[in-house]
Structure formats: structure tokens, C-alpha cells
């Protein structure tokens, strides 16, 4: 069974860009947490640079969009971003550097931020940047 699995009223913030980004990131996470399973060390390396690069994305394109739309939890909402790229970071550079594995305590952690952050702090801008 998939670590993250999409649930439309849960999840969706109504601006369809952000979903189908958030869709992507889903399938990132679960092809990451199908390498941990298999504990493949070449593939989880591969998928973790392949989400996170996915995840800078995503906060640039959120980011801008605030932007454009003059939308007034932007800082707050850049902070939670800056946090999680670095947090992230942090983790892939331990991990090529043979310091440190991702396990399944990661992948918890990775899941549990993504179901505060898409529900509680995402959803909020749907109305100011819906489609
Ligand atoms: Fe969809 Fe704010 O990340």
C-alpha cells in the first residue's frame, strides 16, 4: 500500500496547479518509500534528489503565485518552506556522504509534515489564488 494516497477533500486546495504538483510529490514520496522498502541504496538515492528537486519546485511555483496575487500569508507561509528545503537538504547531503540512511522514521516524518502542511497551511490560499 502507497505511503501517501491522494484524498480530494482532505488534500485539495482548488487551484490545479498546486494539486497536480501536490499529486507529483505524492508519487515521489512513494517511489522513495518503495526503494527504502527494498532497501535498494542507489535507488533511494536516486528518488530522494528526484523529490526533493520536485519539492523546490513546488515551494518556488506556491511562492510565486502568492506573489502575483498579493496574498497575505506569504512570509509565514515562505518560512515553513525554508524550514523543510533545508531539513531536507540536510538529509541528502548526510545521506551521499554515507553519514546517515533513510529509513522508515524519515519517511514518517516526510509524510506526517506533507499532511499538516497540505491541509492546514495550503488550503488556506485556495481562495485567494483559486483558478
Ligand atoms: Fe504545497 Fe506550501 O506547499
Known sequence: MSLMQWVEEKYSTNVDLCDNQHKELFDRVNALNDAVVNRDRVDIGNRLDNLVDFVVKHFETEERLMEERGYSGLERHRQEHDLLVKTCTDIQDKFHAG????????????????DHHIPIIDKPYGPALGN
Not at 553519514?99 to 506533507?114: F, G, H, S, V
Open 99 to 114: 553519514e546517515m540512511d533513510i529509513e522508515e522514521a524519515t519517511m514518517t516524518y516526510i509524510k506526517n509534515w506533507l
